[in-house]
């Protein structure tokens, strides 16, 4: 990656920067070395807020407070009352004004980045050189979402010298709104850590039999009633859940699971540690429904279980993803999902041709991507 000039970012989040570590963070953390970014994090009700920004290299995050959907309708209600908004609004311009000046951030030939579709009043307003959108999911397929989604994905959009996306899906919801620039950058994978093999063998993971394996955050698109077939077809297997539990419902489905069927359930772990989960792993899977939310998706937990060479079951939630085929198992139904586990498990993988496609999608490579498109538009 070539270091020409250098470049401060101010990037919007919808998460933290120390959340599991996601799309946004590893595309920073592989920017130009002479590259400053200011992460504005989203206030989040029992969670870490920094109000104070925290300095960590050459990336510094804080939180603004500013409104976000929850998982209570009436309070989503009231944050879009135009009172409310505009006070909230004014609160968190003065906020980001306060944090840009106090870091540096002010200047106006800095860059606008932002995966979070609310902010785009504030941003409108900014002085800047000029606005990526970088939309990893489609926004408005989520359960939680604010009355005013629909406007602020559309403000988004229309203020973007250039959106970037995950896959061609997700272009066909965004060229409507703007069709002067969207470029798709794929998602990727941290090859160097997750193709090195650990030398230790997480305790929770068995040992007696193969393993199915599922890493990543379990929410409503999980898909509880696939798993459950797969559990009661391949009797011979041990089925293994790592990570945060983001849907209450989901959650006690698979407590039942654990109960009745011997399911192991693990919670969130650094993403350090998940190579060695995933290379204790016999193949791994991603049970997700089929429904608006997942349709374009191009999850980086995939190219992570490629980097580790295991055999890997999905559905086909984007032509990137089916492109994948047939090195990695993309199943059309629940039906050939679960014939499909049957057919990994009993299968030697092409460990190096999975590790070779892996290798394809570093996030460096995904980084230098992003920088080539912030240098266009700059």
Sequence with gaps: MQNDDAMKVVWFSEIKWTYLKTRKQQII?????????????SFVLGKNNQFHPIREGRVTYATVPFFKATPYPLINKLQVLWPFRTVIEWIASLWVLWLCRKTGFDAPERVIATSNIY?????????KKAVIYDCNDYPLGFTLLLPTAKEFFKKTIRLS????????????????HNPS????????????????KPTIKPVEM???????????AVAEWFNVELLT????????????????????????QLRILAQVYGLILISEKKHAELPSYMHSASVCILPFRNNRRIWGANPNTLYE???CGKPTVTFGFSEEVRNLAPHVYIADSDEDFV???????RSKADTEKLKSLAAKNSWSIKAAQMTDEIRRVV
């Design 206 to 216: 068995p040992t007696d039999r193969p393993v199915v394996f599922f890493s990543g």
């Design 305 to 307: 279980f490629l980097a």
């Design 161 to 176: 010298n250039v959106t970037t996306t995950v896959s061609k899906k997700l272009v066909e919801d965004i060229l409507p």
């Design 119 to 127: 902010y785009a009043d504030i941003i409108r307003r900014m002085k």
């Design 229 to 252: 077939r797969l559990i009661e077809s391949l009797p011979e297997a041990a089925f293994v859940v790592l990570g945060p539990i983001k849907h209450a419902v989901t959650g006690e």
């Design 339 to 345: 014939q499909y586990v049957g057919k990994a498990l």
């Design 29 to 41: 953390e592989n920017f130009p070395p002479d590259w400053e970014v200011l992460f504005i994090e």
């Design 181 to 196: 620039r969207v470029s798709v950058i794929g998602n990727g994978v941290d090859f160097k850590l997750f193709d090195s």
